[in-house]
């Protein structure tokens, strides 16, 4: 056995190097989502096989301000803000596999490397980017506190170009736990391509159920979503947004473990 250590790459003596801290990892978010049907023949080509869409072509547009606190070093937030702290939207599609509902994030966006790192080990697919998301600050005197008419937007860039915009304006309250969360499980698919012709590349779908996940200081809002299907580097034209059924705000938290269960793998 090697004497390296660490959860992941890069590798050293005392495992102090990786990218990403060993899980499980403790995981918040301030977000505004909007749910939208989208063209159910165009869609389902986003899905791996084994997940089938929702019945009505739900997809959904998420921005949110993250912070990840992880069990090995409970401290990170205030020893280094900087590993505790990232902005992160999604682009993905509500769906099932064998009856069983959740979601799936077709494309992720996040600002910071090791969210990238630790997704793809995880099965999301993620990419760097320049993300924001309206902050509020009721002590701001063109800002005054949040309620009915409180706008947000959380905006996506990527390579000097928009790739998403999410837009809500909040209309009513409503109670912590009533966000539509699909038993809070998402399905993941871990795709590492193989550096040798010799070794097959990995291709495993997985779900992962997130582990005491709550939701508090919940909205209902109206909503809208723009996609930049011209956006270099992605592949977004499938889901282009036909109809807004719902629009939320909300901070939900949750604690990520490398408890995944194994679905199925292709070849």
């Known amino acids: 056995m090697s004497k390296l250590k660490g959860f992941g790459n890069p590798l050293s003596p005392r495992g102090s190097a990786a990218l990403v801290e060993d899980p499980p990892h403790h995981i918040s978010a301030d977000a505004i989502q909007v749910v939208f049907t989208v063209d159910p023949n165009e869609a389902a080509a986003y899905l791996p096989d084994g997940l089938e869409p929702h019945p009505d072509s739900l997809a959904y547009a998420y921005v949110a301000d993250m912070v990840k606190v992880s069990a090995s070093e409970p401290d990170q937030a205030w020893t280094e803000p900087q590993r505790t702290q990232y902005t992160e939207g999604i682009l993905g599609l509500y769906c099932s596999y064998q009856g069983k509902p959740g979601r799936f994030s077709a494309f992720i966006w996040v600002t910071e490397d090791w969210s990238v790192v630790f997704g793809h080990y995880m099965g999301f697919a993620k990419k760097q980017g320049v993300i924001h998301k309206t902050a509020i600050q009721e002590a701001n005197p063109a800002m005054g506190p949040v309620g009915p008419g409180t706008k947000l937007r959380g905006t996506v860039d990527r390579l000097g170009s928009r790739v998403m915009n999410v837009g809500v304006e909040l209309t009513e309250r409503i109670a912590d736990d009533a966000v539509p969360s699909y038993g809070h499980r998402v399905y993941t698919y871990r ?77």
């Not at 795709?191 to 996940?213: E, T």
């Not at 930049?228 to 889901?239: T, Y």
């Open 191 to 267: 795709h590492i391509p193989s550096p040798s012709a010799d070794v097959s590349d990995v291709r495993q779908l997985f779900a992962l159920d997130l582990q005491g996940a709550t939701t508090i200081n919940a909205w209902k809002a109206a909503g809208e979503v723009e996609l930049n299907v011209n956006a270099i580097n992605e592949d977004l034209g499938g889901l282009q947004p036909i109809e807004v059924v719902d629009a939320f705000a909300f901070q939900r938290g949750w604690t990520t473990t490398t408890g995944a269960k194994l679905l199925r793998e292709d070849s």
